[in-house]
């Protein structure tokens, strides 16, 4: 059996242990420190944002995002449904109503006109949603323009969730810092990793004040442990940031590698019938975090997504189809959604490859290989 091919396996960069040990040299190893404070310094002048709180995780940052926004049972909060469940997961966990909107072609994210749509209905039923988490899916950035538009029309909070988007930017400016707040994740599979991990980022002073607050059991200033509100621990470690700190020296880098990744399967597979693969629209730029194609059975003879998934399989390569909408999860199936077809068209016939910033030019070929297996179509090498 030929060597293990992942979607997206961590890559570490070099330095990581180095901020590591410094903390266990100075026995820092409890949450907070120096690499805390480093690795948001860091995030701050990457994203260009004024504050980050590195956090737990990218879902607790959506969470404490979400209550500083007041979210409570029985409210609607908008959320892409095209995405992972961590994004609609922290909405239930305050009892909140998720609000589901479809796709648009040119991004695979949410859809402005929809967005419309849905605000003016819930309206007339009589409820303002009082957030819309849109997502940079793929590392593919929303058309923040337009859904930041419709929000300030009727003056509602953008979350982004840039979890997959660390290095995307539209004309220069990076996913994340778009709305209100925004949120980053660093899991094991994401661009950079520091084993778990996220981080949410604002220009906002007053919300970051108390994410921090909120983050570390909401303590209240006094020399005896008093609380007024409920807190979380929330937190990031120094040790996790430690390697957060070593990653970021290598961030560009690495989504440099997965763009070359994206590249390399285009130049393969774009003149294959029936295969697509998504460009960026004009001044956008994707991290490539994953490189995705779809796959038309109209036009490719009926091979379809799984025959390719399957074949990928037997050379020991993981593949993926694409994130299952929200509107079709079981969990979700109560939330009203506002549907167009496009994510449901996107998880039938989508499948994601192996995308890591530490892939070889001959893993890259072996992917290629196996597909163009599947059409009967000359394998080069
Ligand atoms: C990974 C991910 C998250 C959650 O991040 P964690 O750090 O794993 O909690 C949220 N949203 C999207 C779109 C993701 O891909």
Same mark, same amino acid.
């Given at each position: ?265 285009? @130049?393969? =597979?774009?003149?294959?019938? &029936?295969?697509? %693969?998504? +460009? ?6 994707? #991290?490539?975090? /994953? ?57 039938? @016939?989508? =499948?994601?490859?192996?995308? &890591?910033?530490? %892939?070889? +030019? ?6 290629? #290989?196996?597909? /163009? ?9």
């Amino acid at each position: 059996m030929k060597d293990k091919i992942w979607l997206s396996s961590p890559h570490m960069g070099g330095s990581e242990q180095k901020y590591v040990n410094e903390a266990f040299e100075t026995n820092w190893i409890a949450p907070l420190g120096p690499n805390v404070d480093g690795f948001e310094h860091d995030l701050t002048a990457y994203t260009k944002t004024k504050y980050a709180a590195a956090l737990s995780s990218g879902t607790s940052a959506l969470h404490l995002a979400l209550i500083m926004l007041g979210v409570k049972a029985g409210d609607e909060v908008i959320c892409q449904s095209m995405t992972f469940s961590a994004t609609a997961n922290p909405i239930a966990y305050l009892g909140a109503i998720p609000i589901f909107i479809d796709s648009e072609k040119e991004t695979w994210n949410m859809c402005p006109e929809l967005l419309r749509d849905a605000i003016k209905d819930r309206l007339t039923r009589g409820k303002k949603p009082k957030a819309i988490i849109p997502v940079h899916l793929y590392g593919m950035p929303a058309q923040m323009d337009k859904i930041l538009e419709v929000a300030k029309e009727y003056d509602i909070a953008v979350i982004e969730d840039a979890a997959e988007a660390l290095g995307s930017c539209i004309n220069g400016k990076a996913m994340g810092s778009f709305g209100l707040m925004g949120i980053l994740s660093f899991n094991g599979n994401k661009i950079i990793t520091t084993s778990g991990g996220g981080a949410l980022i604002s220009d906002n002073e007053y919300y970051m004040k108390k994410a921090r607050f909120l983050a570390t059991q909401a303590r209240d200033p006094a020399p005896h442990y008093q609380h007024t509100e409920i807190g979380y621990n929330y937190r990031m470690s120094n040790i996790a940031a430690g390697i957060g700190r070593g990653q970021m020296e290598v961030l560009q880098s690495h989504i440099e590698k997965r763009r070359a990744n994206f590249e390399a399967y285009k @130049n393969e =597979l774009q003149f294959v019938e &029936g295969i697509s %693969l998504k +460009s960026e629209p004009d001044g956008y730029y994707s #991290n490539r975090w /994953l490189s995705t194609i779809v796959v038309n059975p109209i036009l490719t003879n009926g091979i379809t997504r799984e025959e390719i998934a399957d074949e990928l399989l037997k050379d020991n390569i993981e593949s993926r189809p694409l994130w299952k909408p929200m509107h079709l999860q079981p969990i979700f199936r109560e939330s009203p959604c506002y549907l167009n077809g496009i994510s449901e068209g996107l998880f039938e @016939n989508g =499948l994601c490859l192996p995308s &890591g910033s530490n %892939l070889t +030019s001959d893993d890259i070929n072996r992917v290629v #290989n196996g597909i /163009l297996k599947v059409f009967s179509l000359d394998v080069n090498n």
